[in-house]
């Protein structure tokens, strides 16, 4: 009786054994499945550690040895006959190759990728004009389309779902940095558009703008951000302070690790200008600062006067983050002493010396308009 037990044992071991013990455990149905995710690293081992084997991609149709769903992993099998292991959450049973939309390419050499990367292998450049079908898409700026006879993978932003136009001459005018997202009333973030940049105004549809940039990527942003009234002024202006307060992009401490000094009087062409950041160019190279920085002419030897904009704090500390010193009113005259990206160093009549928020002060006490 004991050697039968142990010859069923011995059995079911060596059955199991044609999985790796993880999938042993609790192995379940394979079958067909499809990739769910943009993309999938496949690995040798079924922990899903070491160098990665390959990488499937959105909509790409996998056989599944075994599936476990208590270490989430899943036993692939390809062509070749090669075994790989990958997150069994990345795959889908259902069939994400359910759309059937006409797509024009909208670069001149619009490219055709073997997976969802600009990495990876280019299997062809389709004219401006020419069309394919998007299958299926991913949430973060990538289609599988068929073309040809075949498969491949496009950017969202190279393609449109009407013919090419050459659209409308627009113009951000947003005070800062604005996501580009790939469609409309989505929030990804396929690209960027910054005061002062230049673009084509493909429509509208409720409340946001259809937009090309100068690459020629498409994609959308909410309306307010871009207008066709050009906001370009290349104009000269003047330094008032001797500070890094120069940014390669407007927004808060985005631009802080970039920041480039120049001196008090030095000269700047005004490319564009909003509430609170200015575009200029300096050496012939772009950059972004707080407004209240320049001015028409060449700053007084004392510092240029400045007025609040409304109730703030002037603190001791230069990443204002210290002891309030005065609480001003609006319409409050400061001496402009020293910048800052997001604060200024200024003297109050008093005279208190400390620190500000460079948005508190009227632009239009400095700007050249």
């Not at 006959?81 to 006409?102: D, E, Q």
């Not at 292998?121 to 599988?144: E, H, Y």
């Not at 409304?310 to 020293?338: T, Y």
Request: charged share 25%.
């Amino acid at each position: 009786m004991l050697k039968r037990i142990l010859s069923l044992a011995l059995a079911l071991l060596l059955c199991a054994g044609t999985l790796p013990a993880g999938l042993a455990a609790r192995a379940e149905k394979g079958g067909a499945m499809y990739v769910a995710d943009t993309a999938v690293k496949v690995y040798k081992k079924p922990d899903l550690t070491g160098k990665a084997m390959k990488t499937i991609w959105l909509g790409e149709e996998v056989a599944v040895a075994a599936l476990t769903r208590q270490g989430d992993v899943a036993q692939l099998t390809d062509a070749k006959g090669r075994t790989g292991y990958c997150a069994a959450n990345a795959l889908t049973r259902k069939n994400p190759n359910t759309y059937s939309i006409t797509i024009y390419a909208q670069l001149k050499k619009t490219p055709v990728y073997a997976g969802c990367s600009a990495k990876s292998k280019q299997l062809a450049k389709l004219k401006r004009g020419a069309t394919a079908t998007m299958i299926a898409a991913s949430p973060d700026g990538w289609i599988r389309v068929e073309y040809g006879g075949g498969y491949g993978y496009m950017r969202r932003c190279d393609v449109d779902d009407a013919p090419y136009s050459a659209g409308t001459p627009a113009w951000c005018c947003y005070d800062g940095t604005v996501n580009v997202a790939s469609q409309a009333q989505s929030w990804d973030a396929v690209g960027k558009l910054r005061l002062g940049d230049e673009v084509r105004l493909l429509g509208k549809k409720d409340g946001w703008a259809k937009i090309r940039n100068s690459k020629g990527a498409i994609g959308w942003v909410s309306g307010e951000f871009v207008s066709t009234k050009s906001p370009i002024l290349n104009r000269p202006v003047y330094v008032q302070v001797s500070d890094k307060i120069l940014a390669r992009q407007p927004g808060g401490s985005a631009g802080l690790k970039v920041n480039k000094k120049v001196k008090k009087g030095a000269k700047l062409t005004l490319v564009a200008h909003g509430d609170f950041w200015a575009r200029v160019k300096y050496k012939g190279k772009t950059y972004y600062t707080p407004a209240i920085y320049l001015a028409g002419g060449k700053a007084p030897k004392a510092g240029r006067i400045v007025v609040t904009a409304r109730k703030c704090e002037m603190q001791d500390d230069p990443k204002i983050a210290g002891n309030v010193i005065a609480r001003l009113p609006k319409g409050a005259k400061l001496r402009l002493l020293a910048g800052g990206p997001l604060c200024a160093r200024v003297k109050t009549v008093d005279p208190i010396d400390g620190r500000i928020r460079t948005g508190y002060v009227l632009v239009s006490q400095l700007v050249a308009y």
